[in-house]
């Protein structure tokens, strides 16, 4: 073999190297866990310190006469009793429920109907994606003090609108009748980039071949969107519409900013009497008891829901 042929075969085979031994790999292994372990560790932290802690505190004091400064005493369930009994307690459950059936109403299929839109569009896809969600960017107390100007019933922008239609002004936030829903508007407003999005990117999962095929049998736009669209978005649909159930349920900064639970306790919700037991009473132990009623209520729909739901979608199957 001569020299060139030598050096060729040198550059051709790579040295062979010998393996790491085992304990080495036992050791870089571990370490890797330990760090992955490390890191959950900091979530579980996290979340115990702000979340649960608070979450159990809150069950404590709910059977507990407590007052910043005082030492805790045992009440059983007098807390409840007393919340209970309380005439705005009603007032307030009957409000959030309206809130949330108005929301499911109104707020619950426009997001739905503007990602179809955005997802026809052929130019300007991200001007008009950041356009949408530029809401959501806003802080909350922001939007809500945009809304309030926006309602004043003398120089608002709404009226003035109406005004240059020729159309009969409203009270908006200031009228018992109008309030909530005038509310309802200001949430949809703040919340709905993120859930149009989540629709955009579920329909932008959807094969297009089914479009094609059912093109072909003839359907039409309306068909096309109850028989191929709504079909393979269901599940995004279903939980989307638990989470603003949730949500809307435990409704507070548009009536705290806005309207201050009026006029004559029309936009009070559970929520924001558990902030006028705490913060204004102060009887954090009504205002624990409060809670664990909402929490329960929640926890408890929650539940029949994802049942229901898993129930139905095991009989599509």
Not at 163 to 178: E, K
């Amino acid at each position: 073999m001569t020299k060139t042929a030598e050096r060729l075969h040198e550059v051709a085979v790579p040295p062979i190297q010998a393996p790491t031994p085992a304990g080495d790999r036992r050791r870089r292994r571990l370490a890797d866990q330990a760090r992955a372990h490390g890191f959950l560790l900091g979530g579980l932290l996290c979340f115990a310190l702000f979340s649960w802690y608070p979450a159990i505190r809150a069950v404590v004091i709910a059977f507990q006469k407590y007052t910043p400064g005082s030492d805790p005493e045992w009440v059983g369930t007098a807390n409840f009793t007393r919340v209970w009994h309380d005439p705005e307690f009603a007032a307030a459950w009957r409000n959030t429920f309206t809130f949330t059936l108005l929301a499911l109403l109104i707020g619950f299929a426009i997001p739905f109907v503007m990602a179809l839109v955005l997802n026809e569009l052929r130019h300007a896809k991200a001007f008009f994606r950041v356009v949408v969600y530029l809401p959501v960017m806003i802080p909350p107390v922001v939007s809500a003090l945009l809304w309030k100007w926006f309602y004043d019933p003398g120089a608002g922008l709404a009226n003035e609108a109406l005004r240059l239609l020729h159309l009969p002004t409203s009270n908006w936030s200031n009228g018992t009748d109008t309030a909530l829903v005038s509310l309802v508007i200001v949430a949809t407003w703040a919340t709905m980039g993120g859930t149009v999005l989540i629709y955009l990117a579920a329909l932008q999962s959807i094969p297009g071949e089914l479009y094609e095929a059912a093109e072909l049998d003839g359907a039409n736009l309306l068909q096309r969107i109850r028989h191929v669209t709504i079909p393979q978005t269901r599940f995004a649909i279903l939980m989307l519409m638990l989470l603003q159930i949730i949500a809307t349920m435990q409704v507070f900064t548009e009536p705290f900013v806005i309207t201050g639970g009026g006029p004559e306790n029309a936009t009070v919700t559970v929520l924001y009497l558990i902030y006028k037991y705490a913060f204004l009473y102060n009887d954090f132990g009504g205002a624990c008891a409060l809670s664990v009623m909402l929490l329960l209520l929640l926890g408890a729909f929650s539940a029949g829901y994802l049942r229901l739901t898993r129930s139905a979608e095991g009989d599509l199957g």
